[in-house]
């Protein structure tokens, strides 16, 4: 089984280096369905996961001067306090029971079904917003609508472990549209490393993260990620994206089904 875990961990880095989509997204499904990890326990190892990963990444964005510190602030103002409060509706009802088993599964083929519109529609809803800037918020409102948005995805991401990627990538389209793709990606990254970092100990506190099963996974997607970073230019991106949305659709299907 073990074997099976590095495999796939590299599985799931390879395509995260070629198309720049969360792990969370292809992760926490395969733990749940095709080796029946309960899906807390998958939530919390890929929240431990990305919490690593992501810091890494900050770092390197930082260095480039692509992460807008004023917009992960306010995304930090919703996210936090969500993932705190959803950690405690967590504990109470009991994050292992069959239960709430049931809500995370089908918290996570929602999520995936989010990203899969996200890999879809992003650059055209990028497009149409740049052409009609009268559409743009601005302001107060705008400041409000990052902090409602990173409520959101704090929530999203405590359950599910998937939004801060992909879906977060998305919203931060269509609330700044006019931010470079190298700045939506440093921002995305950035505020996620706090959120991740909050919601996996929440996860650690209640019991849910296996801690061997998150070495192995690291084993295999470090240098899957490698591999997918370096081949990333050499596989058409269209190509990739449309089979990772039928994938991922696919098992979006079969968590409800």
Partial sequence: MTVSYV????????????TGVGGGSLMTPL???LF??????????????ASATKTAG?????????????????????ALPAALITTLLLKHFGAVSDGIALTIRYSIAVSVFLT?????????????????????????TLANAT??????????VT????????????????????????EIAGTDIAYAVPLTA????????????????????????????????????AVPEKFLRGLLAITLTSVAVKLIW
Avoid: C
């Fill in 198 to 233: 909050i919601a996996a100990l929440g996860h650690w506190w209640l019991g849910s993260i296996n801690w061997e099963l998150l070495a192995t996974l690291l084993l295999g997607s470090v240098p899957g990620i490698t591999i997918g970073s370096l081949a990333a230019r």
């Fill in 31 to 33: 733990l749940t369905l």
């Fill in 116 to 140: 899969v519109i996200a890999l879809l529609f992003r650059s055209r809803m990028q497009a149409w917003l740049n052409a009609h800037p009268q559409r743009q918020l601005q302001g107060a």
């Fill in 58 to 78: 900050t770092l390197a964005h930082r260095f480039k001067g692509t992460v807008r510190w004023d917009v992960v602030r306010r995304l930090s103002y919703g």
């Fill in 7 to 18: 495999v796939s961990g590299f599985a799931v880095g390879l395509l995260v280096g070629l």
């Fill in 159 to 182: 359950i599910s472990s998937i939004g801060a990627g992909a879906v977060g990538a998305t919203l931060l389209v269509l609330l700044y549209p006019r931010l470079s793709p190298a």
């Fill in 36 to 49: 029946g990890i309960h899906p807390s326990v998958a939530v919390g190892t890929d929240l431990a996961f």
């Fill in 147 to 156: 902090i409602a948005a990173g409520a959101l995805l704090g929530t999203l």
